[in-house]
């Protein structure tokens, strides 16, 4: 079973600024099944990117993702107050859906 | 406009049972797969249970294979999720979510939930 570890558990950053998130695999998985996503107090999950590096529909160009192998980022350039949230990163199992998540990172405001 | 919208968690005693719904609109119910994800509270997401667009495949996370049931009925565009021998460690909010085409099949639409409360 593939492990998603992300770091750091909480990261603080100023509005305006950059976050970025790592999600890290236990074994190499392919990007085209990596993707991340933002909860929101009181809110479900939402897909901010699929496929390792693609925009979900509505998600704005200062959020992108990189990564390959067992190493990904989710970047959020230019911090507004509606990025503040917690951050999953999950990888399907091949071409199954089954699913693994990472622990998540809560982004708050410093 | 997708929506998804789950039904039935309630107060159950361990070893009880429940059945989840989630009803969808917006969308060709048949032919996507659809999947359950739970957050237990203050936690993060586990993956559940998947079923394929017919309904003919089916997976479960071990932590739930052999005591839940996912199933469909797509001429009433509605998800199921059958819970027996439930668990204290069930108690969580389960989210119904909508699997995108292959070959990314990731989750690209949520419900808001329904919670599951497991206690004696």
């Known amino acids: 079973e593939i492990v998603l570890t992300q770091s750091p558990g909480t990261l603080s950053v100023s509005p305006g600024e950059r976050a970025t998130l790592s999600c890290r695999a236990s074994?190499?998985?392919?990007?085209?099944?990596l993707a991340w996503y933002q909860q929101k107090p009181g809110q479900a999950p939402r897909l901010l990117i699929y496929?390792?590096?693609n925009r979900a529909t509505g998600i704005p160009d200062r959020f992108s993702g990189s990564g390959t192998g067992t190493d990904f980022t989710l970047t959020i350039s230019r911090l507004g107050p509606e990025d503040f949230a917690v951050y999953y990163c999950?990888?399907?199992?091949?071409?199954?859906?089954?699913?693994?998540f990472g622990q998540g990172t809560k982004l708050e405001m410093k | 406009e997708v929506k998804l919208l789950e039904s039935g968690g309630d107060l159950a005693q361990p070893g009880g049972s429940l059945r989840l719904s989630c009803a969808a609109s917006?969308?060709?119910?048949?032919?996507?797969?659809m999947t359950w994800v739970r957050q237990a509270p203050g936690k993060g997401l586990e993956w559940v249970s998947s079923?394929?667009?017919?309904?003919?495949?089916?997976y479960y996370a071990d932590s739930v294979e052999g005591r839940f049931t996912i199933s469909r009925d797509n001429s009433k565009k509605t998800l199921f999720l059958q819970m027996n021998s439930l668990r204290v460690e069930d108690t969580a909010l389960y989210y119904c979510?909508?699997?995108?085409?292959?070959?990314?099949?990731?989750?690209?639409?949520w419900g808001q939930g329904t919670l599951v409360t497991v206690s004696s």
């Open positions: 979510a909508k699997v995108s085409l292959p070959p990314g099949r990731y989750l690209d639409h």
């Open positions: 917006g969308f060709t119910f048949n032919n996507y797969a």
């Open positions: 079923i394929s667009s017919s309904g003919s495949s089916t």
């Open positions: 074994q190499s998985i392919t990007s085209s099944y």
């Open positions: 496929g390792g590096s």
């Open positions: 999950q990888q399907q199992y091949g071409g199954s859906p089954r699913y693994t």
